[in-house]
């Protein structure tokens, strides 16, 4: 995660956030809401879990349960800015942001997973009037379905409400990129533009005479709908899904199913719990469901783990995950998405070849990261979306422009830009610009900043 240098928030005052639950999510905003300067107070039932990240970092903590009145006056309700409920109750997470918002006046964000609220979010988040609802799982199923639509990619972002999407690649041995300049290429594949590369391990923001090399990881943007023709311009082979396994029946599993099975690829998922399989099928009348040990490669062979275009781990084990992976790049050549929870031996999973790898956490944290950020800074400039990319080397941000500010009605190429950064897009009224230095930020715009500098939260950030 990205870290916000006191330099880059001189001119605005910290944020006072509450964060209730110290569970995986809870702890990797702890991380991140900390480094950014902000003063963070923490509320768990588990004494042992607020001792340990107490100890770990410079919040304060308060056993107790982050719904009770007396607790939130305690941990300073009056005085926060934002309140962030990250239990692993859906109700106790909602009825805590319902309390905030009553006692203070402050802004709530709740975590809720369960399906049946699934319809429900944006009526709950209206009615108790809340910043943001949001399904980890849902999150992630998207996301590893936007890859399966693409299944040439490693990783699909959508940015502009879903106008504009980066696309991720990596450069095989073989291709006609080998060899050939970013200038080059730009000449020959129309509606994109190259923002990133990971190149031997160190990532580079390429501008014109960048010369692509085997092995390199590349990323770029362009239309919504143009990803697949994009593609093929880079000489990237593309096809289409047409089935998918899913191992393990969980909630993520369930809304990749119907988002797959929406779009009309063939869906089976193998449970191991009768009770889920019977829920499954009622569930999801369109999908197989298989009642068997996901695990056993003999069953996968059976129900054809050899022949499927599309394999998706989805248990709530990283190592078996992993391992069926493994299995599958050995036995078949399905594209293959890797959900993994944890990312403490992110350096081992690096080096592994696991295709697309999904973190529901980081999915999840980034979502309420850019809304704290856009909080902090000029609520007239909001940070629209934000991405971590290339284990937190990169970020990728859309800024709102809602007012002028230094940045706005000067041509690009007029501007002091800092180093390593690029302006990716400018989206004005629904219409994507890749900009030109004669180009200008706009108030109304939203604008894609891509930058290995971190911690941005206002457009002006992009001066030097």
Do not use: W
């Not at 962030?84 to 319902?98: Q, R």
């Not at 399904?135 to 040439?152: K, Q, T």
């Not at 362009?222 to 697949?228: A, E, F, S, V």
């Not at 940070?383 to 007012?403: M, P, Q, W």
């Amino acid at each position: 995660m990205g870290i916000f240098s006191k330099a880059d928030s001189s001119e605005v005052k910290p944020l006072h956030i509450i964060i209730v639950g110290c569970g995986k999510v809870g702890h990797t905003l702890i991380a991140q809401l900390s480094k950014e300067g902000n003063d963070i107070t923490i509320i768990d039932e588990s004494e042992q879990k607020i001792s340990d990240i107490t100890n770990q970092y410079d919040v304060m903590g308060i056993v107790g349960n982050g719904a009770s009145y007396s607790v939130q006056k305690e941990a300073g309700i009056d005085d926060t800015d934002l309140l962030i409920a990250v239990t692993d109750s859906d109700e106790l997470n909602l009825l805590c942001c319902t309390i905030a918002t009553r006692i203070g006046k402050c802004s709530a964000i709740a975590r809720v997973r369960n399906p049946e609220y699934s319809t429900e979010l944006n009526y709950l988040r209206d009615r108790l009037g809340l910043a943001m609802i949001i399904n980890p799982e849902m999150e992630a199923a998207l996301e590893v379905a936007r890859v399966l639509y693409l299944p040439s990619a490693l990783d699909v972002n959508t940015f502009a409400h879903g106008e504009a999407q980066m696309i991720k690649f990596k450069v095989k041995d073989d291709s006609k990129l080998v060899g050939a300049a970013v200038h080059n290429v730009a000449k020959e594949a129309k509606g994109l533009l190259f923002t990133t590369v990971l190149h031997d391990g160190k990532v580079i923001i390429p501008n014109g005479n960048y010369v692509f090399s085997a092995g390199d990881m590349v990323s770029f943007v362009t239309y919504r709908h143009n990803g697949k023709n994009a593609l093929k311009s880079l000489g990237v082979p593309t096809s289409n899904v047409r089935d998918c396994m899913i191992i393990g029946g969980g909630k993520a599993a369930y809304y990749l199913a119907s988002q797959l099975i929406h779009e009309n690829i063939s869906v089976k998922i193998i449970e191991r719990d009768i009770h889920r399989c019977e829920e499954l099928s009622e569930l999801l009348p369109n999908a197989i469901i298989i009642n068997g040990d996901g695990t056993n490669a003999d069953l996968l062979k059976e129900e054809g783990i050899e022949t499927v275009d599309s394999f998706v781990p989805l248990t709530g084990i990283d190592e078996e995950n992993i391992l069926l992976t493994l299995h599958a790049k050995q036995v078949s050549e399905a594209k293959v998405v890797t959900k993994i929870n944890r990312f403490a031996f992110s350096d081992v999973i690096n080096t592994l070849d696991l295709g697309s790898i999904v973190y529901p956490r980081i999915i999840t944290s980034e979502a309420i990261i850019a809304y704290a950020r856009a909080k902090r800074a000029s609520m007239d400039s909001n940070i629209e979306t934000l991405y971590h990319l290339y284990n937190d080397k990169v970020e990728a941000i859309e800024f709102r422009i809602g007012k002028p500010s230094q940045a706005t009605g000067t041509p690009l190429k007029d501007l002091r830009l800092r180093g390593h950064l690029m302006v990716s897009f400018i989206n004005r009224n629904g219409r994507i610009i890749f900009p030109t230095g004669e180009d200008t930020i706009e108030v109304g715009d939203t604008v894609m900043i891509v930058t290995t500098h971190t911690g941005f939260s206002d457009i002006v950030d992009i001066l030097a």
